[in-house]
């Protein structure tokens, strides 16, 4: 087997694999553990296997098991993941449905959304300034998500935004159907 720095190159991937692997406990994010994890594998089999595993097999290994820990990170959300469960901020909770699990008044509460992302979707809430408490189980509506951790919440009216958008619409026909037909009126008196 080859040497590097004066030890065999299977006992150094071991040794960069386990450093690699610590490192990622400092810094999440899968930023270092797959390629540790690879290097750790290959390591060991060069270590447990030192007659069979040559620096080509090496190779092949780092890769595989490299590609094999990447897929399985992904595929299992330990980190991002597809994305699914992730907050672009607390502006992106705006509009967000929950439901009360702690009485929420002016002053203390707690909800758990629904398609919040991270770990946890149980924030703190708050009632709008002089609005009614809103008992456990009622589903709420995230008014205004602050840029803490403390959600301003109202109850949720049983519409949802298709329902919104239709009455929106019928709106918007009503007022410019109303429009014409005074148009038409005004053009019929002259």
């Known amino acids: 087997m080859a040497n590097l720095f004066g030890a065999s190159l299977s006992l150094v991937l071991v040794v960069a694999g386990v450093a690699l692997c610590i490192a990622e406990a400092f810094a999440p994010g899968a930023h270092f553990v797959v390629i540790g994890v690879a290097l750790l594998a290959a390591g060991?089999?060069?270590?447990?296997?030192?007659?069979?595993?040559?620096?080509?097999?090496?190779?092949?290994?780092?890769?595989?098991?490299?590609?094999?820990?990447?897929?399985?990170?992904?595929?299992?959300?330990?980190?991002?993941?597809?994305?699914?469960?992730?907050?672009?901020?607390?502006?992106?909770?705006?509009?967000?449905?929950?439901?009360?699990?702690?009485?929420?008044?002016?002053?203390?509460?707690?909800?758990?959304?629904?398609?919040?992302?991270?770990?946890?979707?149980?924030?703190?809430?708050?009632?709008?300034?002089?609005?009614?408490?809103?008992?456990?189980?009622?589903?709420?509506?995230v008014v205004d998500p602050g840029g803490g951790n403390v959600l301003t919440v109202a109850e949720a009216d049983g519409v949802d935004d298709i329902d919104r958008e239709l009455a929106a619409g019928r709106e918007a026909d009503a007022e410019s159907g109303t429009d014409a037909d005074a148009e038409s009126e005004a053009g019929a008196e002259r």
């Open 44 to 141: 060991l089999a060069g270590v447990l296997l030192p007659g069979v595993v040559t620096p080509v097999v090496l190779a092949v290994l780092v890769f595989a098991v490299g590609a094999l820990a990447l897929w399985g990170y992904r595929r299992f959300e330990f980190y991002e993941g597809t994305g699914r469960g992730k907050t672009e901020g607390s502006t992106s909770l705006r509009g967000a449905r929950g439901v009360v699990t702690e009485r929420v008044t002016g002053s203390t509460g707690q909800i758990r959304l629904r398609d919040a992302g991270g770990f946890d979707p149980t924030y703190a809430a708050r009632t709008i300034d002089g609005a009614d408490a809103i008992e456990d189980g009622v589903e709420v509506l």
